[in-house]
């Protein structure tokens, strides 16, 4: 499988339909950019809806509180040999299970209401508090093997000292996580295979002499026995664990033979218990390696209880993270414990199948150290699935711009936009901009910024340093009639009035300039004529208006100061990105196209 191409949904939570066209791709984050109330959630809990055999969405998540709504999740993938295959999900099937491995983690954060008793009045006060994190559920028992030596030299009626004593190996969970994973002992019911061990067993017996002897003889003349592959398996894991000879360890090889036919269900038992502790202990020393003051918060055995007449019953056991009360543990702290868990958790659900990880925007809250971490784990993570060449897709859904965040470490990352400009782009202006915030030179960045970005009443002409610009950062041929400012100007404010009367036409970048312009002309056009040359020559937006705020009785509209959230989107505009999607997302806002009005108002 190359990559998935889509995502389909229909008739969940938020979503009524919702068709997400994009490459994400293995083995590297995939950031799913959308705003607030896009239905970023809905998407999570569309894929946490999946069961093995079909989408099962629960009554509070119908679209509309609809139960007669069909529901669907569709998803496109390509294949290996770049053919497409579409899955679906509904309620009576589920063809993406059967590929794919799901993931969720969202928030473990919860409401609960405290009750108290106070002078006879019950008060109710809300708190909230952190769901538990079961990483391993329902782990198997402390087991041991009863195993002794001299019983199997007994069942075997041979008390020689060449049946060594294997306690060591049995209580090994590293040797026998291995042995189980080899799954090859029950081969040993077949005749054929049998056959090898007693005849084996019967020129051992017939042998006579001293220990050091038998074994030097069973190594000269008798290791035919590594003939059979399943013997030769057994005993070639026996010596990475032991330096020993051939022969000895194909006596320890029968030895466990004949005990794992002896007692099945024990060494069932035994492998299931040594397979936890490996899984535990990798799970406490990966946890242990972020903690820092975690209030001795880590992962533990939880006994789960049950009421069963009247009794407390202990029900079953999960390996899980304890959280204490909210108020006891910093919400930094809280955020990464918990998210690393829920890690945790889908590492311990492997199953060896290509694997959906969805992260719902846990990402937005972390403080920068916290955000490293958590990073730094995904990384690890990523390895974890690579180094088994199983494709793993991580999808981290967020309403921040990665590009915009000097804490994003990833060496490698795509980022998608859900809500994506779909209109026309004016790359002579975008690339104008580009070449502002490219460029080496400091006198083409300040003239750019003054006389194009910013209000400037006097016309500037470019032509030609744009054109060594636009050579030096291959950006392809200038348009000329935008390297004067004052048709530059007049073209950013018609996009600019077809943005304000709800034409499509119109051009993100440019509305996100025009904003500026008008924002700082509005403001000359009422300083007395001894400011407003000081006005053009202080720098940014924010201090202009501060300028004007101090110095004269003019009135700043705070809608000037909240309008820098768009017009500071020009500083992050590079070649080969996306740069309209990030800025149609603001333009999209209702709010936003509030204040713009009012700044259009204004002018």
């Given at each position: 499988m190359k990559s998935i191409n889509s995502i389909n949904i229909e008739n969940i939570k938020g979503i009524e339909k919702l068709t997400f066209s994009a490459t994400i791709n293995p083995y590297m984050p995939n950031f799913l950019v959308a705003p607030n109330g896009f239905g970023k959630s809905s998407l999570a809990t569309t894929f946490k809806s999946l069961n093995r055999d079909r989408l099962k969405v629960e009554e509070k998540n119908y679209h509309k509180g609809n139960p007669e709504l069909e529901y669907l999740l569709e998803i496109e993938i390509t294949n290996d040999d770049n053919s497409k295959t579409t899955l679906t999900a509904n309620k009576d099937k589920n063809e993406i299970s059967k590929i794919f491995d799901i993931e969720v983690i969202k928030s473990l954060?919860?409401?609960?209401?405290?009750?108290?008793?106070?002078?006879g009045n019950h008060i109710t006060s809300p708190t909230i508090e952190v769901e538990n994190i079961y990483i391993v559920e329902n782990i198997p028992e402390k087991f041991e093997l009863p195993y002794q030596i001299t019983k199997f030299r007994n069942s075997i009626s041979d008390n020689r000292q060449i049946w060594v004593d294997l306690s060591g190996l049995l209580i090994n969970p590293q040797f026998l996580t291995r042995l189980s994973n080899l799954n090859i002992l029950d081969k040993f019911d077949l005749v054929k295979h049998q056959k090898f061990i007693n005849d084996y067993k019967i020129i051992v017996k017939n042998l006579s002499g001293k220990k050091d002897e038998i074994i030097n003889e069973l190594n000269l003349h008798h290791l035919d026995i590594l003939n059979n592959e399943f013997v030769n398996q057994i005993v070639t894991l026996l010596e990475r664990f032991q330096n020993k000879s051939k022969a000895e360890n194909i006596l320890e090889a029968i030895q466990l033979i004949e005990l794992y036919k002896s007692n099945k269900?024990?060494?069932?038992?035994l492998f299931n218990y040594n397979q936890y502790r490996i899984q535990k202990e990798r799970i406490l020393t990966l946890f242990n390696s972020f903690k820092a003051t975690w209030k001795n918060i880590q992962p533990?055995?939880?006994?789960?209880?049950?009421?069963?007449k009247k009794k407390t019953v202990i029900v079953q056991k999960n390996l899980g993270i304890e959280f204490p009360k909210a108020t006891d543990i910093s919400n930094g702290e809280r955020d990464v414990i918990s998210f690393i868990g829920c890690l945790l958790?889908?590492?311990?659900?492997?199953?060896?199948?290509?694997?959906?990880?969805?992260?719902?925007?846990?990402f937005d809250y972390l403080d920068d150290a916290n955000l490293l971490a958590v990073q730094f784990y995904i990384?690890?993570?990523?390895?974890?699935?690579?180094?088994?060449?199983?494709?793993?897709?991580?999808?981290?859904?967020?309403?921040?711009?990665?590009?915009?965040?000097?804490?994003?470490?990833?060496?490698?990352?795509?980022?998608?936009?859900?809500?994506?400009?779909?209109g026309a782009v004016d790359r002579g202006i975008e690339n104008?901009?580009?070449?502002r915030n490219n460029t080496k030179t400091k006198t083409y960045e300040d003239t750019i910024s003054s006389y194009f970005l910013h209000f400037n009443p006097a016309d500037f002409n470019i032509e030609n340093d744009a054109k060594s610009e636009f050579t030096i950062q291959k950006l392809g041929n200038v348009n000329e009639q935008l390297c004067n400012s004052g048709e530059f100007k007049k073209s950013v404010l018609k996009y600019f009035d077809n943005y304000v009367s709800g034409k499509k036409n119109y051009?993100?970048?440019?509305?996100?300039?025009?904003?500026r312009i008008l924002v700082e002309q509005n403001i000359y056009n009422q300083l007395p004529a001894e400011l407003q040359n000081d006005f053009l020559e202080t720098h940014t937006t924010v201090a202009k208006l501060d300028f004007a705020r101090e110095n004269t009785d003019i009135i700043i509209p705070e809608i000037y100061y909240f309008l820098g959230t768009l017009y500071n989107e020009l500083l992050h505009i590079r070649k080969n990105n996306d740069n309209s999607s990030p800025i149609y997302l603001k333009l999209n806002n209702i709010t936003i196209k509030e204040m713009i009005k009012q700044l259009k108002n204004n002018n």
């Open positions: 954060l919860k409401p609960e209401a405290n009750y108290r008793k106070i002078q269900n024990d060494f069932y038992k533990k055995e939880i006994n789960i209880t049950r009421k069963i958790k889908t590492q311990s659900n492997f199953r060896g199948k290509p694997t959906i990880l969805i992260i719902d925007e846990v990384t690890k993570f990523i390895e974890f699935f690579q180094k088994r060449e199983i494709q793993f897709f991580p999808m981290i859904l967020t309403h921040l711009n990665p590009y915009y965040f000097k804490n994003y470490f990833f060496s490698k990352q795509k980022v998608h936009y859900l809500l994506s400009w779909k104008i901009v580009i070449s051009d993100p970048i440019s509305v996100c300039i025009a904003c």
